[in-house]
């Protein structure tokens, strides 16, 4: 049913399938683009092995409101797109956010605007992931940087967003969709698995939209198990009435599902760092840019400069701490990205003028060369 | 909030969120009729039925119709009410699923999941309550809107002709359909259990009275007893139309039903069998 504990040399949108598998999705809705393609192809052949459904969906409308309507069935549910359906989508996914409905959806980035270059690589969607649906709302966006990442983080963001009932994308770009590496598959018994949480209380005392104590967010009851619950895209109050200028109760609904996420970015946040612990010029860095980062560090150490990486993982809720720290130790912060300077902009916030930030934006569909991220590297350390 | 005590009508202290009452709709408007015709067809059902029910809608007047039974609903986005069903139907396709629409959400910004659900022929009961335009916003044009007609968006006369939504869906691969007025609610209801126990895609078009603007504006007739009347006098059964001439019937409602196929298979029997070829049994 599953694959096999061990390693396996596997496609990045072969090992998100797998992952997402284990993890229990059980639906997946698509619509063909390139280079997130191969992600529904092998979904159409390894659902419904599992039990599960695939449906490619006639557009990207429909595919984010089909993850919706099956999580409200009570299944886990994916989708993956690139640019183009991921703008189509961002109405849809205000509507998962504000009924607080776990779904995953993977954006697989190409360059844009526009239909744009269709089969290179981008970060160019990092801000559109935190800002792209209007309205104010929290959002959890994870970046992968090899193809054992979309495994494992394919699973980690299916528990994130049941445990905060909210959408969680992965930022995933064209390279490391395609890069065909070895992904060590654990033992099913070592992966831990967030299941949803269901209401203990019956339903007439349910509470759709109100967290018990001491939670974020209530548990949530699957259509047809008698909760008659209301999952309502107007703004509304716990009980999921309709606000009607009850202004007190609208902004308690926005409120929870903004701070239900950047208060916990501690506990969401995920980083790794090397040869950070003497560094004095700091490399910020995500995705696939992360690898030619962590390239041009080591042939910086290799030249006799103190230089280190930071790769965060998470991207949203943007871990403030992280940066200021690094800021406090570091004279600069180099920060390398397949876009016109995005997150960069996050890192200067952070920084607080503790450290000079400096951009590296690469547009075109092409990585950084190692060479380009050294350059600026010995340009800081000047 | 109408106390529970004045609540005298016993279909709304059996099936509806009485908490949440009096509803939104304007005085005469004829979405408490369609509530009305729901409400009677699983009357009739049984509970069984109403039990298995959950149900879909869009955004515009006709969304909120379904916010006030007390079931599972899920009032969605503007056009999108079929894309979350469809999915809801595909996971779980023990449950009743009905969709409830308006112009917009079926033929507007939806429609092109209208085409794709009924070709895929998945066993949804969409009710497509119509009212030639946007009532919602305030109206104007709408897919339905006859051409000539005078709305907020076409001050000189609407120069696009109306969908028929029945020719519509016949050739997107629909097997059950039905046009009714509200005038005509209790063959609505009759029409609705038919819809309900089909398997396959089945849409009942309502065309009801909207006497704040498609009264004012379309009609000239304010008053939704003049609606009403207007709908039985214009209406012509599908067995009186095909004695009839085409000259005769321009401008005329045809109401019956249009459709009733067996010979397609359902989308989520299909699915069953799918699963058994991909598990090799």
């Known amino acids: ?382 | 909030m109408i106390p529970e005590s004045e609540f005298e009508n016993v279909l709304a202290k059996k099936y509806m969120r009485t908490e949440i009452m009096p509803h939104a709709f304007c005085p005469g408007c004829g979405l408490g009729i369609i509530e009305r015709i729901i409400l009677m067809a699983f009357e009739e059902l049984g509970w069984d039925e109403w039990e298995k029910t959950v149900f879909v809608s869009g955004i515009g007047c006709s969304g909120w119709v379904p916010l006030y039974f007390r079931r599972d609903a899920a009032h969605t986005l503007h056009g999108r009410a079929l894309a979350f069903a469809t999915a809801l139907k595909a996971s779980r396709p023990e449950l009743n699923v009905i969709v409830v629409m308006g112009d917009g959400d079926s033929m507007g910004i939806g429609g092109n999941h209208l085409i794709h659900a009924a070709r895929r022929n998945i066993g949804i009961t969409a009710i497509i309550a119509t009212n030639m335009l946007y009532s919602l916003t305030g109206g104007q044009m709408a897919p339905t809107t006859p051409e000539g007609a005078r709305t907020q968006t076409t001050p000189y006369g609407s120069i696009e002709p109306n969908f028929d939504l029945m020719e519509l869906l016949k050739a997107a691969g629909a097997t059950y359909l039905a046009r009714w007025t509200t005038y005509h609610f209790m063959q609505a209801k009759n029409s609705l259990k038919k819809a309900v126990k089909h398997k396959g895609f089945a849409a009942i078009e309502i065309l009801f009275q909207c006497p704040t603007y498609a009264g004012r504006y379309i009609l000239n007739k304010p008053d939704p007893r003049d609606m009403l009347q207007w709908f039985k006098e214009n209406s012509v059964p599908l067995t009186v139309a095909k004695k009839k001439d085409p000259e005769e019937l321009k401008g005329k409602i045809l109401v019956g039903e249009f459709l009733h196929r067996t010979d397609r298979v359902e989308y989520t029997e299909k699915l069953k069998e799918l699963e058994k070829r991909a598990k090799g049994g």
Request: hydrophobic share 40%.
């Open chain 1, 1 to 382: 049913m599953y694959v096999e504990p061990g390693i396996h040399l596997m496609q990045g949108d072969e090992a998100i399938v797998e992952g997402s598998l284990i993890a229990g999705c059980r639906f997946f809705a698509g619509y063909p683009i390139t280079p997130a393609t191969e992600i529904a192809e092998r979904m159409s052949r390894r659902m419904p092995q599992v039990g599960g459904v695939f449906m490619q969906m006639e557009d990207e409308l429909a595919s984010i409101l089909a993850i919706i309507g099956a999580s409200w069935a009570g299944k886990k549910a994916m989708t993956a797109t690139s640019g183009p359906g991921y703008s189509l989508m961002q109405e849809g996914l205000g509507y998962a956010v504000l009924t607080e409905t776990p779904i995953v959806i993977t954006d697989v980035q190409r360059g844009g605007p526009s239909t744009g270059l269709v089969t290179l690589p981008s970060q160019g969607d990092v801000m559109q992931a935190r800002w792209g649906s209007h309205g104010d709302y929290g959002i959890i966006a994870l970046a992968p940087s090899s193809a054992q990442d979309m495994f494992d983080l394919v699973i980690r963001a299916f528990n994130l967003s049941e445990e905060y009932r909210n959408p969680v994308v992965i930022l995933a770009d064209e390279v490391i969709a395609h890069v065909r590496e070895p992904v060590k598959v654990p033992p099913l018994e070592e992966i831990k698995i967030v299941e949803r949480r269901k209401p203990s209380v019956p339903p007439e005392e349910y509470i759709p939209y109100l967290p018990d104590p001491g939670e974020w967010v209530a548990p949530m009851p699957a259509f047809g198990e008698g909760y008659n619950m209301l999952v309502e895209s107007v703004m509304h109050d716990e009980f999921g009435h309709r606000i009607g200028t009850d202004h007190a109760a609208a902004e308690r609904t926005i409120k929870r599902v903004y701070y239900k996420i950047e208060k916990n970015v501690e506990k969401i946040a995920m980083y790794e760092t090397e040869l950070m612990e003497d560094a004095e010029i700091a490399v910020v860095s995500y995705g696939s840019t992360a690898r030619t980062s962590l390239r041009a560090v080591r042939e910086a150490r290799k030249l006799g400069i103190k230089a280190g990486i930071l790769r965060l993982i998470t991207l949203w809720p943007f871990y403030d701490k992280i940066i200021e720290d690094i800021a406090s130790q570091v004279k600069a912060i180099v920060v390398p990205e397949m876009n016109m300077g995005k997150i960069v902009r996050e890192v200067e916030r952070a920084a607080k003028g503790n450290a000079e930030v400096m951009s590296l934006p690469k547009v075109g569909g092409v990585l950084h060369h190692p060479d380009e991220v050294l350059s600026v590297i010995k340009k800081a350390a000047r």
